[in-house]
């Protein structure tokens, strides 16, 4: 009896690790359900022992990286004097964390249900999407609550992951199948209004192609040929894609009659202002959860009071640049280990065999990370932590599971 008890013990608590997988990996795209997958994704790591296992996380680089920035943030709270105003965004940087028990998870045997349940949920969210675009002719998704930044991030990033896998297969039928969906996901982006996001998975994949190619130039040529034309093609045919370049060209001539309540204009001023909080406090930032309301105060008389007037246009979240966003909260410190950060996510990839793979992922997020706070930006922590466990699972030897 205690051998059958033993046995039924270890399937029930098996049966909830993948629950907690399935959920945490399908769930990412309904803010409500991380209420339930992120805690739960946690009990079935410290169920399945992963607590004795932290020692070997830690021998990662992405995880060492994530955890000095989450450490040094916590240390930020020390000299912040609004550390809990505004919306928290700077919170979600913890989000990350959660590959340490997610990447614990992963064996051999438990991949496919975290693999399935993260397909399913990304071509429901892509359904819903399309869906939306084409027959009620709106942007993003409003049954999930994703706006049309988050539903262009979702596409760049799904493009990306297929363009790598493209560039990797042996297969030539594969590769056909793999680069037809990811040229799909690139037309049904070039149809929702994210420029830089949009022009940060052109450039990501430009970059992968070059990695596997670099040695055949002609090669790298004749792809690097095919992707301008294909954009070029689908640029031309595009309304949502001519009417943002229209709405660019109205930006700059608002620029020049010294109006910043535009995009762009209202980004160049975020920057203004994060950088000078920077030099004037470079090496410890203005402390964690603090930046949001230096902006409002300080646009005041910052330049003769030139950005006074931004706030009614948008209301301020964050500074539009992951370097700017963390220098504000953590100073110089935070941003060098957000360089560490980035190196050890490539790292994880190139660890692995998957160095393509991982130049596509890691330059998209610095692209996009230009002109938006990338990292913390709705659901992409989840998706790209996803991912990169999952990636990082799929090539560990067997004696490591």
């Known amino acids: 009896m205690a051998i059958t008890?033993?046995?039924?013990?270890?399937?029930?608590?098996?049966?909830?690790?993948?629950?907690?997988?399935?959920?945490?990996?399908?769930?990412?795209?309904?803010?409500?359900?991380?209420?339930?997958?992120?805690?739960?994704?946690?009990?079935?790591?410290?169920?399945?022992?992963?607590?004795?296992?932290?020692?070997?996380a830690l021998k990662q680089p992405l995880v060492q990286a994530?955890?000095?920035?989450?450490?040094w943030l916590l240390a930020g709270l020390?000299?912040?004097?609004?550390?809990?105003?505004?919306?928290?965004?700077?919170?979600?940087?913890?989000?990350?964390?959660?590959?340490?028990?997610?990447?614990?998870?992963?064996?051999?045997?438990?991949?496919?249900?975290?693999?399935?349940?993260?397909?399913?949920?990304?071509?429901?969210a892509l359904g819903l999407g399309i869906h939306q675009w084409l027959v009620i002719g709106e942007q993003g998704i409003q049954a999930l609550n994703m706006s049309y930044l988050s539903f262009s991030a979702m596409l760049?990033?799904?493009?990306?992951?297929?363009?790598?896998?493209?560039?990797?297969?042996?297969?030539?039928?594969?590769?056909l199948v793999l680069?037809?969906?990811?040229?799909?996901?690139?037309?049904?982006?070039?149809?929702?209004?994210?420029?830089?996001?949009?022009?940060?998975?052109?450039?990501?994949?430009?970059?992968?192609?070059?990695?596997?190619?670099?040695?055949?130039?002609?090669?790298?040529?004749a792809f690097f040929i095919a992707i301008v034309i294909?954009?070029?093609?689908?640029?031309?045919?595009?309304?949502?894609?001519?009417?943002?370049?229209?709405?660019?060209?109205?930006?700059i001539e608002l620029l020049q009659q010294g109006n910043f309540s535009s995009s762009l204009g209202y980004?160049?001023?975020?920057?203004?202002?994060?950088?000078?909080?920077?030099?004037?406090?470079?090496?410890?930032?203005?402390?964690?959860?603090?930046?949001?309301r230096y902006f409002d105060t300080t646009i005041q008389t910052y330049k003769d009071g030139l950005y006074r007037d931004l706030p009614a246009f948008q209301k301020t979240s964050h500074y539009h640049n992951d370097w700017i966003e963390i220098?504000?909260?953590?100073?110089?410190?935070?941003?060098?280990?957000l360089l560490l950060f980035y190196w050890g996510w490539y790292q994880a990839f190139h660890r692995n065999g998957l160095a393509v793979l991982g130049i596509g992922l890691v330059s998209y997020a610095m692209l996009a990370g230009q002109t938006d706070a990338f990292l913390i930006f709705s659901r992409m922590p989840v998706l790209l932590l996803s991912i990169t466990a999952i990636a990082m699972a799929w090539q560990r030897q067997p004696a490591d599971t």
């Open 267 to 292: 980004r160049l001023a975020m920057w203004d202002v994060g950088l000078h909080a920077i030099a004037e406090h470079p090496w410890t930032g203005l402390g964690t959860g603090a930046p949001t």
């Open 156 to 175: 760049g990033a799904g493009a990306i992951v297929l363009a790598g896998l493209a560039c990797m297969s042996r297969s030539l039928l594969l590769q």
């Open 78 to 124: 020390m000299w912040s004097d609004e550390p809990w105003d505004g919306r928290l965004k700077w919170l979600k940087y913890f989000i990350w964390l959660l590959l340490i028990p997610l990447f614990a998870l992963l064996t051999k045997a438990r991949l496919p249900w975290a693999i399935g349940a993260l397909i399913a949920g990304y071509l429901t």
């Open 230 to 251: 294909t954009a070029g093609i689908f640029a031309y045919t595009s309304p949502a894609f001519q009417e943002r370049i229209k709405l660019a060209q109205g930006d």
């Open 327 to 337: 220098g504000m909260h953590i100073g110089i410190p935070g941003m060098l280990i």
């Open 5 to 56: 008890g033993s046995i039924l013990t270890d399937s029930r608590r098996e049966w909830l690790i993948r629950l907690a997988l399935v959920v945490f990996c399908a769930g990412l795209w309904r803010n409500e359900l991380n209420f339930l997958a992120f805690p739960l994704l946690v009990v079935a790591w410290v169920l399945d022992g992963g607590l004795n296992r932290l020692l070997h």
């Open 179 to 221: 680069w037809a969906a990811a040229i799909a996901l690139i037309y049904v982006q070039f149809h929702q209004y994210g420029r830089v996001l949009l022009l940060a998975t052109l450039g990501a994949i430009v970059l992968q192609v070059y990695w596997r190619y670099r040695i055949n130039l002609r090669k790298f040529a």
């Open 66 to 71: 994530i955890l000095i920035l989450c450490l």
